[in-house]
């Protein structure tokens, strides 16, 4: 049942990315690292200003296809990162097309202007998609509530107006679940197929892979639907493939991802006595736990209240699914980052965590206040949030960006 609160719902949603995004692409009046190079572009106004070290390489990525991706053969993580960029110099191109008797754009303001309106539009679809998920199974105010504290998280903040994938870390999952539950009931095997078709081009935009292994271990384990396993398997490498057939083409070579894991450390896992790498296995864990509770916050409270209070409450799908994405979540962040993990790394759990901790948030305030006490308490939730969100990304001693 819809309250006030929940009351057009979209139009919210909507609202906020353009708030959050108003924020992030100004961040150069509040923040600054000087640790960091900054980078000017495309605009020389303080807007848009890239404070992360690897902008200026998606933006080149982009602007300077395929011919760019030459100097990624040694770095396959970004060698096999083509979708966003590339779907960001598609939309430039129209824009310029557009607005070519005004302004004639070059490659990197092409490819910028395209991030921007690829980004908010990833957000909105993004997080109507949450929302969606969400009244599946929890009431609209816990549903909304959950989405518009994922949008207002400093991660998702700062990722907004940054040229990069930050926040298909967190949006990836969402938009294959959602995909998912909308196929799961379908009998057309041809549905399944572009679903499959989507999961592999999404791994191209980032290499996401906990979600995808999820529904795989999902479909085999729990399912035990060896048809559509074999299916999954077989579709979602096939935009791979395709990529690395048309980098071929350009002489690019794909040597694997050797490097990243010796980069990452995980030769002292391999080359360790068995007890040191227990050690370091176990550490893992424990660092991962923690990651987790600092990324969601005070909001693990209530995620770890409404996973004991209704946990046997819910469908065994459900408990079942929830085992199997944690897992892999985790083993994605073992795999690929097994010394330097970063709460980024937690991010594809916002999907569940959110939402299951705003169902305890809602259950809690039914049980106690009127429906006019739970909508201010549900915006004065969201006021204080977006708050905590501006204090972490002030930088003080605060510099004036024209001096930065």
């Known amino acids: 049942m819809k309250s006030k609160f929940s009351s057009k719902p979209y139009k919210k949603i909507v609202l906020s990315v353009f708030i959050i995004f108003l924020i992030s692409s100004n961040i150069g009046w509040i923040k600054n690292r000087d640790n960091f190079n900054l980078r000017k572009e495309p605009f020389s106004y303080p807007f848009m200003w890239q404070y992360d070290k690897d902008a200026g390489t998606f933006i080149r990525m982009g602007a300077f296809f395929p011919e760019f991706y030459k100097e990624f053969e040694n770095y396959p993580f970004l060698l096999l990162r083509p979708a966003y960029p590339t779907t960001a110099r598609l939309i430039g191109e129209i824009v310029s097309f557009i607005i070519k008797p005004l302004y004639v754009l070059n490659a990197v303001e092409k490819v910028g202007i395209g991030f921007i309106i690829l980004k908010i539009m990833v957000y909105i679809i993004g997080s109507i ?54 196929i799961s009931n379908h009998t057309n095997i041809y549905h399944f197929i572009l679903f499959s078709l989507l999961c592999g081009v999404l791994s191209l935009a980032k290499q996401n892979y906990a979600i ?36 071929s083409l350009y002489d690019i070579r794909f040597i694997g991802f050797g490097n990243h894991f010796n980069k990452y450390g995980h030769e002292l896992f391999l080359t360790s006595n068995i007890l040191h790498s227990f050690q370091k296995f176990y550490n893992h864990i424990f660092s991962f736990f923690i990651k987790v509770v600092g990324f969601f916050s005070i909001f693990f409270i209530p995620f770890i209240a409404s996973v004991a209070k209704n946990f046997y409450m819910s469908s065994i799908n459900f408990r079942n699914f929830l085992f199997i994405f944690i897992c892999s979540v985790w083993f994605q962040s073992f795999i690929f980052t097994p010394l330097q993990l970063k709460g980024r790394h937690v991010a594809d759990l916002s999907v569940v965590v959110f939402p299951i901790a705003c169902l305890y948030i809602s259950q809690y305030l039914d049980s106690r206040y009127d429906q006019k006490i739970k909508i201010k308490i549900y915006y004065g939730i969201i006021i204080i949030w977006g708050l905590l969100t501006l204090i972490n990304l002030v930088t003080f001693p605060w510099i004036s960006p024209f001096k930065q």
Request: glycine content about 2%; cysteine-free; overall charge positive.
């Open 129 to 182: 998609a949450l929302f969606k998920i969400s009244i599946r199974y929890i009431n609209y105010d816990a549903s909304l509530l959950a989405t518009l504290l994922l949008l207002f998280h400093p991660y998702s903040v700062t990722s907004i107006a940054t040229f990069h994938t930050y926040e298909l870390q967190f949006f990836i999952p969402v938009i294959v679940i959602y995909f998912y539950l909308k």
């Open 212 to 247: 995808i292994m999820a529904i795989f271990l999902f479909l085999l384990i729990i399912h035990r639907d060896y048809y559509k396993v074999t299916i999954f398997s077989g579709v979602i490498v096939f935009p791979t493939i395709v990529w690395l057939f048309y980098l």
